[in-house]
C-alpha cells in the first residue's frame, strides 16, 4: 500500500544548523496495516507523514501509494490518496467556514471542483446521520462555524473528514497531543472505529507508547531518521513499555532521555 | 452653509458610493476571503476606464467595451497571482509590481493621461448628467444599484459552488485546502482575477460617470475600497450572518463613504486633505480591534458565571 524506499531529507543543508531528518528511510505498509510511530523529539516521525502527505519533495528516494509513484507529485495531487489528521486542532478544518461545508470540502477530495453546488441537500442528511455517530451533538449545529468548536471536537471532526472519501492511507500526526486526556481517549477510541469500519491502512505518531502498543497491528520506532524497531503481531501484543525503553536503548545505543515518552 | 447645497450633491455621492461599492466588493473578494491584500487594484480602477473609454470611442457597443474592461482587469489580475505564485513574490509586492507597470500600460492604452467622452454623442449607460430629469432607470444611481444587485446575486451563486467553497477554504486554511485535494495557488489566481475583474467593471462605470477616463483615477483607490469594507463591516456588524448580506453591507459601505466625502467637502474642508484622511479613517478603523483586544480585559462569559455560581452559593 505505501513504499518508501530510501528516503532521505536534509533541513538548512550546508548550514550549520543542518539537520538531515530522515535518513536512507525505507518502509513498507501492507494493505490494512495500522502502524504506530514512535521516536523521540527529532527523530523524523512527522517528517516522514510530511514527506509523505507531499508538503515538499525528498531529497532523494523513493515514494509509492498504492504502486503510484507519488514522489514528484504536488501535495494537492496526492490529497485524492490520503486522509489527514494534524497534532494541532486548528490545521485540520477551515475555522470560517460550517461544519456542514468543511464536510463537503472533504467529500469533493481527489475531485473536480466546478460550478455544482458546493454542498447538496443530499449529503446534508448523510453529514447529519454521520455526525451522529459522533456523539457529540454536532449534528444539531451542522451550520455552526468550526471556529467554535473545541479541540476535541474539531479533531473529531477532522476524523471523519478524513474518512469521508475513503483514504488509501490515512496519517495521523499525534492527533491527540493538544488534547486533554479525556478527550483524547475519546479521539483515539473513534480513532479505532473508523480505520476498523473502513479498513484503513494507517499511519499514526504518539508520543504515548501505551497507546504505541494498545493500538494497531504494527509498531515502528524511529530514530535519527530512520527505523530501529519494526514489531508486528503476536510480538507486538505482548510488548510492555519496558521493553520498548529496554529495546530503544539497545537499538539506537543510547539512553531514551526524551520526558515526553518517558512520561507515558 | 447652504444646506439645499449638500442635498442636491447627494443622488450624486449616492450613484459615486454605488459605483466605489463595487470596487469595495472586489477588495472584499482578495481582502476577506481569500485573506490577501492586493494593491493590484490601484492600477486596475483606471485601467477598466481606460479601456472601456478607448472601446467605446473605437466604435464598440457599450457593453463590448464593459466586457473588454472586465476582461483587461482579469488579466491584470491573472500578472499579480502568477508573479505570487509562480514566482513565489509576497503578494502586497506582486501587487505592487503590476499596479506600477499597470500605469505604463493605462498611459499607453489611453495615448495621453486622460481622455473625455462626452455623454452627448455616445448613450453611456452611467453619467453624471442623468442624475436629474430623466426617467428613473435611466438614473445612475438605479442604473449602479442593478448593478451591485446583480454582481451580489453572482458572487452569492458562484461562493456556494464547488469551486467558490475551494475559494473560500484556501482563505481560510491553506495548508487543509491542500489536504483536501484543493490546489491553492489556482484558486488564489482565480480569486485575484475576479476580484481585479469587479474592479476594472467599476473602473468602466466610473470613467462613464466622470465623462472620462483618467490615469490617475485609481490612485489610492484600495484605501477607498478598504474604507468601504470596513464602513460596511462595523455600521452592519448585527446583520452580517449571510455572504450576500456582507456584500450588500460592503456596498452600502461605499455609499457610506461617499456621503460623509461630499459632506466634508460642503464643511469646506480642504479638498488637498480628503486622501490623508481617508487613509487616517481607515487606519483608525483597522487598529482599533487590535487595541481593544490588548487593552480591555475579555469578559468570558463562562468566568462570570462560574463567579455567579460561587457567590450563590
Not at chain 1, 486542532?89 to 477530495?109: F, K, Y
Not at chain 1, 488509501?168 to 469500519?197: F, G, Q
Not at chain 1, 479498513?199 to 493500538?215: R, S
Not at chain 2, 491553492?184 to 466610473?206: D, F, Q, W
Request: contains cysteine; hydrophobic residues 50%; charged residues 20%.
Amino acid at each position: 500500500m505505501l513504499e518508501l524506499s530510501h528516503v532521505y531529507k536534509v533541513f538548512n543543508p550546508n548550514t550549520v544548523n543542518e539537520k538531515i531528518a530522515l535518513n536512507d528511510l525505507s518502509l513498507t505498509l501492507n494493505d490494512g496495516d495500522f502502524v504506530t510511530v514512535i521516536g523521540g523529539n527529532g527523530a523524523g516521525k512527522s517528517t516522514m507523514l510530511n514527506a509523505i502527505a507531499g508538503v515538499w519533495r525528498p531529497d532523494a528516494g523513493k515514494i509509492l501509494i498504492d504502486g503510484v509513484d507519488v514522489t514528484a507529485m504536488p501535495e494537492h495531487k496526492r490529497a485524492k490518496f490520503l486522509g489527514r489528521v494534524f497534532q494541532d486542532p486548528m490545521l485540520g478544518t477551515a475555522a470560517g467556514m460550517g461544519i456542514d461545508e468543511n464536510l463537503a470540502l472533504a467529500a469533493r477530495r481527489g475531485k473536480f471542483r466546478g460550478l455544482g453546488w458546493g454542498i447538496s441537500k443530499a449529503e446534508k442528511v448523510e453529514y447529519k446521520e454521520k455526525l451522529k455517530t459522533l456523539e457529540l451533538g454536532l449534528e444539531d449545529r451542522m451550520t455552526a462555524k468550526v471556529g467554535l468548536l473545541s479541540g476535541g471536537q474539531r479533531q473529531a471532526l477532522t476524523l471523519l473528514m478524513a474518512s469521508l472519501q475513503q483514504p488509501k492511507l490515512l496519517l495521523l500526526d499525534e492527533h491527540t497531543a493538544a488534547l486533554d486526556p479525556k478527550t483524547a481517549a475519546k479521539v483515539l477510541a473513534l480513532t479505532d472505529r473508523i480505520v476498523k469500519e473502513n479498513k484503513l491502512t494507517t499511519l499514526m505518531i504518539t508520543h504515548n507508547m501505551k497507546d504505541a502498543i494498545a493500538h494497531g497491528n504494527r509498531l515502528i520506532m524511529m530514530h535519527e531518521g530512520r527505523v530501529i524497531l519494526d514489531i508486528a503481531g503476536e510480538d507486538k501484543k505482548k510488548l510492555t513499555v519496558d521493553d520498548l525503553l529496554a529495546k530503544f536503548s539497545v537499538a539506537s545505543g543510547s539512553e531514551f532521555a526524551n520526558d515526553r515518552a518517558m512520561l507515558s | 452653509m447652504d444646506f439645499t447645497s449638500l442635498l442636491n450633491q447627494m443622488p450624486g455621492a449616492i450613484a459615486l458610493g454605488l459605483i466605489w461599492g463595487i470596487m469595495a466588493i472586489g477588495v472584499y473578494i482578495t481582502y476577506r476571503v481569500l485573506d490577501l491584500a492586493d494593491l493590484t487594484v490601484d492600477g486596475t480602477m483606471a485601467t477598466g476606464g481606460a479601456v472601456c473609454v478607448m472601446m467605446i470611442l473605437a466604435g464598440y457597443s457599450i457593453p463590448v467595451a464593459m466586457i473588454g474592461a472586465t476582461l483587461a482587469g482579469m488579466l491584470a489580475g491573472l500578472v499579480t497571482g502568477l508573479l505570487h505564485t509562480a514566482l513565489g513574490i509576497p503578494a502586497i509586492l506582486a501587487g505592487i509590481l503590476t499596479q506600477l507597470s499597470l500605469y505604463s500600460i493605462n498611459l499607453k492604452i489611453l495615448g495621453a493621461a486622460n481622455q473625455i467622452i462626452s455623454a452627448r454623442k455616445y448613450n453611456l449607460l452611467v453619467s453624471l448628467g442623468k442624475i436629474k430629469g430623466v426617467p428613473f432607470y435611466e438614473n445612475p444611481i438605479f442604473v449602479s444599484f442593478v448593478f451591485v444587485a446583480v454582481l451580489i446575486a453572482v458572487l452569492y451563486w458562484f461562493f456556494g459552488t464547488a469551486m467558490g467553497s475551494a475559494l473560500r477554504a484556501t482563505g481560510n486554511n491553506p495548508s487543509m485546502s491542500r489536504a483536501q485535494g484543493i490546489n491553492t495557488n489556482r484558486m488564489k489566481l482565480l480569486g485575484l482575477m475576479v476580484s481585479n475583474g469587479i474592479v476594472a467593471l467599476a473602473g468602466a462605470l466610473l470613467a462613464q460617470y466622470d465623462g472620462q477616463a483618467d490615469v490617475q483615477k485609481g490612485r489610492g483607490a484600495i484605501v477607498i475600497g478598504l474604507a468601504a469594507v470596513i464602513i460596511g463591516e462595523v455600521v452592519f456588524s448585527k446583520l452580517l450572518k449571510n455572504f450576500a448580506i456582507r456584500l450588500a453591507a460592503v456596498a452600502a459601505g461605499g455609499v457610506i463613504y461617499y456621503i460623509v466625502y461630499q459632506t466634508a467637502i460642503w464643511m469646506d474642508l480642504d479638498p488637498d486633505l480628503l486622501k490623508l484622511l481617508s487613509a487616517a479613517v481607515v487606519a483608525l478603523f483597522l487598529g482599533v480591534p487590535y487595541l481593544e483586544r490588548r487593552f480591555t480585559k475579555p469578559a468570558i462569559k463562562s468566568i462570570a458565571k462560574t463567579k455567579e455560581e460561587k457567590t450563590d452559593a
